[in-house]
């Protein structure tokens, strides 16, 4: 069905894991508890001072992470 093809599409979008050059990868589905990120934050609702829980790199430094 075209239509849940759809709807999956965008919950992977949303649900996108990005990855920090240290190797930290932010996952929505866990968000970043310790630093006040709920789970379920996709990366475009992190707050914007938000920065690697590890490494303290910025949001700009992360890529797309591939699974």
Do not use: H
Not at 37 to 56: A, I, R, S
């Amino acid at each position: 069905d075209y239509r849940l093809y759809q709807i999956n599409s965008i919950v992977e979008a949303v649900m996108q894991k990005w990855e920090c050059p240290c190797g930290y990868v932010y996952d929505p589905a866990e968000g970043d508890i310790a630093n006040g990120v709920d789970p379920d934050t996709p990366w475009e609702d992190l707050p914007e001072d938000w920065v690697c829980p590890v490494c303290g790199a910025d949001q700009d430094a992360f890529w797309k992470y591939d699974d």
